[in-house]
């Protein structure tokens, strides 16, 4: 996300989002049963969705983290054949065979992960309508759920350091305290303490390169002048 950030902020251009999950589900675009991509979230818990053929693929159920056998119990409930593509499929095929019998069907491996021209197939598709279009600055990963380690550390905070609404306001005349400098762009909101705004990095660093150049040409020079 981070690269497809960088090149359209450098050529001006809007960013199109596209779930990982149905862009796994493109993978199998034509397969007549149920799609389910699946990532491993250890500890035998999945990212997971189904998705029945199409352009985009059909979602039947949201993007969920869940237990595998949680899962398995939706997919089983749909009566037909499944067919799993992702990173979870080496880790829990067989769990999934012992669950599913002979309704489990796999991808091949090389339709089990995600494909660049799967993503930009959707890409293309969601562009024609102006509505998903995002401005790259207000661009961000879906998360379904914090890692672990986070989840574990913000039980122990207490709830005065945690961003509830109040947190935000207290946050945001905060910033304003230390005279940083607030702009909304999309349903975001930026603030920089440099005075320049969001070009102020740029012009840092354009003043540190030109710093650079010009101790490099006060050592070169005296050295030309003496030859």
Request: charged share 25%; net charge negative; aromatic share 6%.
């Amino acid at each position: 996300i981070c690269a497809a950030k960088g090149f359209a902020h450098a050529v001006d251009k809007p960013c199109v989002p596209v779930h990982a999950l149905e862009a796994l589900a493109m993978n199998a675009c034509e397969f007549d049963g149920v799609i389910c991509p699946i990532l491993d979230a250890r500890a035998q818990q999945v990212y997971g969705a189904m998705f029945q053929c199409g352009m985009p693929p059909v979602r039947l159920m949201d993007d969920e983290a869940e237990k595998l056998t949680a899962f398995l119990d939706r997919v089983d409930a749909m009566g037909t054949e499944a067919l799993f593509l992702g990173d979870g499929v080496s880790a829990l095929k067989n769990a999934i065979v012992e669950r599913l019998g002979e309704k489990a069907r796999f991808a091949p491996a090389q339709h089990l992960g995600l494909r660049a021209a799967s993503a930009c197939a959707l890409a293309m598709r969601y562009a024609e309508n102006a509505e998903n279009l995002k401005d790259c600055m207000t661009l961000l990963p879906l998360y379904l759920r914090a890692p672990q380690a986070e989840r574990e550390r913000a039980a122990k905070l207490p709830d005065t350091v945690r961003l509830t609404p109040e947190g935000v306001d207290k946050l945001r005349d905060h910033l304003a305290a230390m005279r940083c400098r607030g702009e909304k762009i999309g349903e975001s909101e930026i603030f920089t303490k440099n005075s320049f705004g969001r070009y102020g990095s740029f012009l840092t660093h354009l003043s540190i390169l030109l710093t650079v150049i010009v101790g490099a040409a006060a050592l070169y020079l005296p050295q030309v002048t003496d030859q």
